[in-house]
C-alpha cells in the first residue's frame, strides 16, 4: 500500500482545480477526492470544510499570492495609492490568466451577476480591506457617521470596480488580453481622477480666505 502524502494547502487546492478541469464536475466526495490524490482526509479537514470552502479559498489564494508579490517589490512600497491599485490590478489579473481554464469555467455561467456570488465573498473582504488600507485620500468632513458612509461607499465602489473588470476580462477575446491592460488602465485612472479632492480643497480654501476677508473688511 503506497505511503499517504503530506499535503499543504496549496497543493489541495492545485488538486481540486485539476480534478474539476479534468472530469468538467466537482469530486463525488472529500474521501474520493483525498483517495484519489493519496492523501488522508483528515488532512483535507486541516485547511478546509468543504469543497465550496474550497472554491471561495481559490479565489482569496489569487489575492493574496498577487499582494505577496507586490510586497516583495521595492518599487511597489513607494507608489502611491493610483499606482498601488494599477500594480495590484495588473498582478492580480496575471493570476486569473495563468489559471484562466479554471476561472471561466466556475464564473463563465455567473458572469451577469458576480455581485452577490458566495465563492468570492472571502475576495470581498480582502480586496475592500486593501483598499481601506491604500490611504486613498477624501475629503475630510470631520463628522464620523458621514465619514464611515464616505469610507463604505469608497469600498463598495472599488469592489464593483474589480467585479466589473473580471467580467470585462471573461469576455476579452484579445491577444494576451491586451484589451483588459487597457480597460484596468483607463477605469483605475478615471476612478482616481473623480476622486481627486485637490481641486475641490483649493475651491472651499478660496471660499474660507473670501470669507473672513469679507468679515475683516467689514
Given at each position: 500500500m503506497a505511503k499517504k502524502k503530506t499535503v499543504s494547502k496549496n497543493d489541495i487546492i492545485t488538486n481540486y482545480m485539476g480534478y474539476v478541469l479534468e472530469h468538467d464536475q466537482n469530486p463525488k466526495s472529500v474521501y474520493a477526492f483525498a483517495k484519489a490524490n493519496n492523501f488522508d482526509?483528515?488532512?483535507?479537514?486541516?485547511?478546509?470544510?468543504?469543497?465550496?470552502?474550497?472554491?471561495?479559498?481559490?479565489f482569496e489564494a489569487f489575492f493574496v499570492n498577487s499582494l505577496e508579490a507586490l510586497d516583495n517589490n521595492e518599487d511597489y512600497n513607494i507608489f502611491d495609492a493610483r499606482n498601488k491599485l494599477?500594480?495590484?490590478?495588473?498582478?492580480?489579473?496575471?493570476?486569473?490568466?495563468?489559471?484562466?481554464?479554471?476561472?471561466?469555467?466556475?464564473?463563465?455561467?455567473?458572469?451577469?451577476?458576480?455581485?452577490?456570488?458566495?465563492?468570492l465573498s472571502g475576495l470581498k473582504q480582502h480586496f475592500t480591506a486593501y483598499i481601506g488600507a491604500l490611504g486613498i485620500q477624501m475629503l475630510e468632513i470631520k463628522q464620523e457617521q458621514i465619514e464611515k458612509i464616505q469610507d463604505k461607499a469608497l469600498k463598495e465602489s472599488a469592489w464593483l470596480q474589480l467585479l466589473l473588470t473580471m467580467k470585462f476580462w471573461l469576455d476579452d477575446t484579445s491577444a494576451s488580453f491586451e484589451k483588459t491592460d487597457i480597460f484596468i488602465e483607463k477605469s483605475v485612472n478615471t476612478t482616481f481622477d473623480v476622486l481627486d479632492i485637490a481641486p475641490l480643497k483649493s475651491v472651499l480654501d478660496l471660499g474660507k480666505f473670501l470669507f473672513k476677508e469679507k468679515f475683516q473688511m467689514n
Open positions: 482526509e483528515a488532512k483535507f479537514y486541516e485547511h478546509f470544510a468543504s469543497f465550496e470552502a474550497i472554491e471561495k479559498g481559490i494599477l500594480s495590484f490590478y495588473y498582478t492580480f489579473f496575471e493570476n486569473l490568466t495563468a489559471n484562466r481554464s479554471y476561472v471561466t469555467h466556475v464564473l463563465d455561467k455567473y458572469k451577469s451577476d458576480l455581485k452577490g456570488l458566495k465563492m
